[in-house]
């Protein structure tokens, strides 16, 4: 069965970092391109970031381009997302989610999901 496991999330001042990560299993990693997403109660899942199967190709939100940086690890079978200059507006639940196709930044259009790390940027 196909495991997408977040972990990395916590609590952090505005203009900290984290870095979260994203463990699979059970599908053949380097053959699905992967994202980030988070999620707010009450809001619509919103895109962060995506990278390509070989990890050649990434894409960013324009809301944290130039402060996130996504990359992978497919001898880990392993995503990762670094947070850097958080602001308080971050905070949200981070999800990952794999997909066989590259392009495309709605939710809807992904096969797998980890079941989200909360991440809180205080003021």
């Known amino acids: 069965q196909v495991q997408l496991v977040e972990s990395g999330g916590g609590l952090v001042q505005a203009g900290g970092s984290l870095r979260l990560s994203c463990a699979a299993s059970?599908?053949?990693?380097?053959?699905?391109?992967m994202g980030w997403f988070r999620q707010t109660a009450g809001k619509e899942r919103e895109f962060v970031s995506r990278?390509?199967?070989?990890?050649?190709?990434?894409y960013y939100a324009d809301s944290v381009k130039g402060r996130f940086t996504i990359s992978r690890d497919n001898a880990k079978n392993t995503v990762y997302l670094q947070l850097n200059s958080l602001k308080p507006e971050d905070t949200a639940v981070y999800y990952c989610?794999?997909?066989?196709?590259?392009?495309?930044?709605?939710?809807?259009?992904?096969?797998?999901w980890g079941q989200g790390t909360q991440v809180t940027v205080s003021s």
């Open positions: 989610a794999a997909k066989p196709t590259y392009y495309g930044t709605s939710w809807r259009e992904y096969n797998y």
């Open positions: 059970g599908l053949p990693f380097s053959m699905y391109a």
């Open positions: 990278i390509s199967r070989s990890g050649g190709s990434t």
